[in-house]
């Protein structure tokens, strides 16, 4: 049965066929790997059964369908590779837990492929230590990126890493070396098998999903940024979902060349089958989230690291969701009367183009440093260079810009802020007037850009050499004695001043 062999057993165990596991799990089968395939819901290893023969209808069954956990480890070759995709929480344990009493052995390895808490990782690699070597890798890329390449994040036991290796290198989205661009083969059957593999080892347990979290709250400062331009175009310049549409499919073609914009491009151009409207106007503006991007904030928060865009748009999403109460506010609450003036167009969309691009770089300058801050804090050796690298295709977040930020990390591996890296610098230099005018006229056309203006406050912040945080120290020593330090002693010598009266005026040392 082995595609990889002579063994009549299959090379892997897959547990969890819903979209994202099937489409993965399809992808080691057109790579070359038998796969025994397990579901709790019977129909969905029928279903997965049935589009590996429709797909592959002459060459032999790539898939073994398994009733059990006991037939799953039975139908699969020793040491065992167990892939999971499950949904991320409970389900994660209750597999494993059930694999221990259907007799895994301490040499087998189980890879958690879902978007999975990085903690409960940790924890994980723990808890079966001695049952089975728990591994993580998170994946990227939606449904087709499974099916076709996506971008993997794995993490772990080292060892682990050396028998999964091969398997993601097979499957994981290629980009071509010299030009840092996708190979791209959406044809079924034929998988790239040429360029450099979107996978890295990116460090012990847990790294694997950090890295993927803060890819989502990317992700999601990302699609804000993008959102906010349109709101600009639409209640600014009246420009229809259509128009909008084609000014995002030339923007496609410069600097902010992405999947995301090109799929926003398709989004807004897609006529609504029921009224032949389009129809992004007929779609409810409240915003879902699963979690992940609402993680990135708190990581940020806790680890102390500035990545207001990327908070600020799940804070967008939050507030969104308040539909009834904003409907009701916009009958009572008054905005600027005609402060704007009037406009033109194309300066206006010039504008946005160049503020979204500025935008963007400090969104992925905010999850770079989250990733540095938070790899100190946890003891992980990150190499930005090779994160970079691995989100140049396959994930969500793809983009042309990637490969500079992959050469910015490769020129210089220990670059505080990739604001600070001479290209992006010189970019911003270079486009940041327009940024400021985009802002500028959002503000008096009072059309919120939460995430673009959060942006530009972060940009503002880090190059500010003195901040008013010296008053806040003051404020702050003033009714707590909390102390302050003083630019022109050592900042490890603290200071309190009995504030107040003349005769309480007197600074003293604080040890
Ligand atoms: C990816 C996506 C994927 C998923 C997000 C969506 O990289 O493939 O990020 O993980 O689509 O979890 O998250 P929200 O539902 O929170 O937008």
Same mark, same amino acid.
């Given at each position: 049965?082995?595609?990889?062999?002579?063994?009549?057993?299959? &090379?892997?165990?897959?547990?969890?066929?819903?979209?994202?596991?099937?489409?993965?799990?399809?992808?080691?089968?057109?790579?070359?790997?038998?796969?025994?395939?397990?579901?709790?819901?019977?129909?969905?290893?029928?279903?997965?059964?049935? @589009?590996?023969?429709?797909?592959?209808?002459?060459?032999?069954?790539?898939? +073994?369908?398994?009733?059990?956990?006991?037939?799953?480890?039975?139908? +699969?070759?020793?040491?065992?590779?167990?892939?999971?995709?499950?949904?991320?929480?409970?389900?994660?344990?209750?597999?494993?837990?059930?694999?221990?009493?259907?007799?895994?052995?301490?040499?087998?390895?189980?890879?958690?492929?879902?978007? $999975?808490?990085?903690?409960?990782?940790?924890?994980?690699?723990?808890?079966?230590?001695?049952?089975?070597?728990?591994?993580?890798?998170?994946?990227? !890329?939606?449904?087709?990126?499974?099916?076709?390449?996506?971008?993997?994040?794995?993490?772990?036991?080292?060892?682990?890493?050396?028998?999964?290796?091969?398997?993601?290198?097979?499957?994981?989205?290629?980009?071509?070396?010299?030009?840092?661009?996708?190979?791209?083969?959406?044809?079924?059957?034929?998988?790239?098998?040429?360029?450099?593999?979107?996978?890295?080892?990116?460090?012990?347990?847990?790294?694997?999903?950090?890295?993927?979290?803060?890819?989502?709250?990317?992700?999601?400062?990302?699609? @804000?940024?993008?959102?906010?331009?349109?709101?600009?175009?639409?209640?600014?310049?009246?420009?229809?979902?259509?128009?909008?549409?084609?000014?995002?499919?030339?923007?496609?073609?410069?600097?902010?060349?992405?999947?995301?914009?090109?799929?926003?491009?398709?989004?807004?151009?897609?006529?609504?089958?029921?009224?032949?409207?389009?129809?992004?106007?007929?779609?409810?503006?409240?915003?879902?989230?699963?979690?992940?991007?609402?993680?990135?904030?708190?990581?940020?928060?806790?680890?102390?690291?500035?990545?207001?865009?990327?908070?600020?748009?799940?804070?967008?999403?939050?507030? $969104?969701?308040?539909?009834?109460?904003?409907?009701?506010?916009?009958?009572?609450?008054?905005?600027?009367?005609?402060?704007?003036?009037?406009?033109?167009?194309?300066?206006?969309?010039?504008?946005?183009?160049?503020?979204?691009?500025?935008?963007?770089?400090?969104?992925?300058?905010? !999850?770079?440093?989250?990733?540095?801050?938070? !790899?100190?804090?946890?003891?992980?050796?990150? &190499?930005?260079?090779?994160?970079?690298?691995?989100?140049?295709?396959?994930?969500?977040?793809?983009?042309?810009?990637?490969?500079?930020?992959?050469?910015?990390?490769?020129?210089?591996?220990?670059?505080?802020?990739?604001?600070?890296?001479?290209?992006?610098?010189? @970019?911003?230099?270079?486009?940041?007037?327009?940024?400021?005018?985009?802002?500028?006229? $959002?503000?008096?056309?009072?059309?919120?850009?939460?995430?673009?203006?959060?942006?530009?406050?972060?940009?503002?912040?880090?190059?500010?050499?003195?901040?008013?945080?010296?008053?806040?120290?003051?404020?702050?020593?003033?009714?707590?004695?909390?102390?302050?330090?003083?630019?022109?002693?050592?900042?490890?010598?603290?200071?309190?001043?009995?504030?107040?009266?003349? &005769?309480?005026?007197?600074?003293?040392?604080?040890?």
């Amino acid at each position: 049965m082995s595609l990889q062999g002579n063994s009549s057993l299959c &090379d892997v165990g897959f547990i969890g066929l819903g979209v994202m596991g099937k489409n993965l799990a399809l992808n080691l089968a057109d790579n070359g790997y038998a796969v025994a395939c397990f579901d709790l819901d019977k129909l969905k290893v029928q279903d997965a059964l049935a @589009q590996d023969q429709q797909e592959n209808p002459d060459g032999p069954a790539r898939f +073994v369908g398994c009733n059990s956990y006991t037939e799953l480890l039975a139908k +699969v070759k020793a040491p065992h590779t167990i892939i999971l995709s499950v949904p991320a929480g409970e389900p994660v344990d209750h597999v494993c837990r059930h694999l221990i009493d259907a007799g895994i052995q301490a040499d087998d390895i189980v890879v958690d492929t879902g978007n $999975s808490l990085w903690t409960d990782s940790v924890a994980r690699e723990h808890a079966y230590k001695g049952k089975f070597v728990f591994f993580s890798t998170a994946v990227s !890329g939606g449904e087709s990126g499974a099916r076709f390449g996506p971008s993997l994040m794995p993490s772990g036991d080292p060892y682990a890493w050396t028998r999964i290796e091969p398997l993601w290198n097979a499957i994981a989205a290629k980009v071509e070396p010299s030009t840092g661009k996708p190979i791209e083969n959406y044809a079924i059957g034929t998988p790239v098998t040429e360029g450099e593999p979107c996978t890295t080892y990116i460090g012990p347990i847990g790294a694997g999903h950090y890295v993927k979290m803060v890819h989502n709250g990317i992700e999601y400062a990302d699609m @804000q940024l993008i959102c906010e331009t349109y709101h600009m175009m639409r209640d600014v310049l009246g420009m229809s979902a259509k128009e909008v549409s084609e000014v995002f499919k030339t923007w496609n073609k410069g600097v902010l060349d992405s999947y995301l914009i090109q799929i926003s491009a398709e989004v807004l151009a897609q006529e609504d089958p029921e009224t032949g409207n389009a129809l992004v106007d007929m779609i409810l503006d409240k915003a879902g989230q699963k979690g992940t991007g609402l993680w990135t904030a708190v990581s940020a928060l806790q680890v102390g690291s500035p990545a207001q865009t990327i908070t600020q748009a799940v804070f967008a999403r939050s507030l $969104s969701a308040f539909k009834e109460e904003r409907v009701k506010a916009s009958t009572v609450l008054s905005g600027p009367d005609n402060l704007l003036g009037s406009v033109d167009k194309q300066t206006l969309i010039q504008q946005l183009h160049d503020a979204l691009y500025c935008a963007k770089i400090c969104a992925y300058a905010q !999850g770079f440093q989250l990733m540095a801050i938070a !790899g100190k804090e946890h003891g992980w050796q990150l &190499d930005f260079a090779a994160i970079a690298k691995i989100w140049r295709a396959g994930c969500i977040i793809r983009a042309v810009f990637l490969q500079s930020i992959t050469d910015a990390y490769e020129k210089n591996d220990s670059l505080d802020n990739l604001l600070l890296d001479p290209y992006f610098a010189e @970019q911003i230099r270079k486009y940041q007037t327009n940024w400021r005018k985009a802002i500028a006229a $959002s503000t008096l056309a009072g059309v919120p850009t939460p995430a673009l203006g959060s942006a530009l406050n972060y940009y503002d912040s880090y190059r500010c050499a003195v901040l008013p945080a010296n008053l806040l120290q003051g404020q702050r020593d003033f009714f707590g004695a909390h102390t302050y330090a003083r630019i022109d002693q050592a900042e490890n010598k603290k200071f309190h001043l009995l504030w107040g009266s003349d &005769d309480r005026k007197q600074e003293k040392v604080r040890k």
